[in-house]
């Protein structure tokens, strides 16, 4: 279905995404796509596939969907180290964010969402909540709006 989706927004665009009806789903009745699913893990696969095609790298969209849970899951083990330095762990040394990125990067129950062909939201969600954590406590801790709105940013992305 995630591919099926993905496939008809990068052919066909977001606004025929959007108005979508797709009879194929919940057959016989049918389902409206655009407004009843969440559309950041097909909209970040085709800006992919259309970035790529921008610079003449020839891809299929179904290599980008295959891969993008592997890369997704190489942010989030870069991006579980990030939030160590402003206090997230408990240790406040380099130790700390090799501790956190290890044990992200062992963890079952994601190597099982993150491995080539797994597509699904869980893929790039993960990656987008620790983004979401580390901006909001750097939000916190600098009282900066414009980390409070790449916090919003970030979290809208992930819903």
């Known amino acids: 279905f995630n591919y099926r989706t993905t496939r008809f927004l990068a052919e ?17 009745l049918g389902r409206i796509i655009g407004g009843t699913i969440y559309p950041g ?6 800006a992919i596939y259309h ?16 891969f993008l849970a592997p890369l997704f899951s190489s942010f989030t083990t870069i991006g579980g180290e990030m939030p ?7 240790l406040q040394d380099a130790g700390a964010g ?28 993960i990656f987008c909540m620790l983004l979401t954590y580390y901006m909001w406590i750097k939000a916190v801790k600098t009282g900066s709006i414009y980390w409070a709105a790449m916090c919003a940013l970030a979290y809208f992305y992930m819903v």
Not at 13 to 21: A, D, I, M, R, V
Not at 84 to 90: S, Y
């Open 12 to 28: 066909e665009g977001f606004y025929k995404f959007h108005n979508w009806f797709d009879d194929r789903a919940w057959y016989p």
């Open 41 to 46: 893990l097909m909209i970040t696969s085709a």
């Open 51 to 66: 970035v790529l095609h921008f610079f003449h790298v020839t891809i299929d969209i179904r290599n980008v969907c295959v």
């Open 84 to 90: 160590t330095p402003d206090g997230f762990c408990l």
């Open 98 to 125: 090799l501790l956190a990125a290890a044990m992200i990067a062992v963890v079952p129950g994601y190597i099982s969402r993150s491995v080539a062909g797994s597509y699904d939201n869980e893929g790039i969600a």
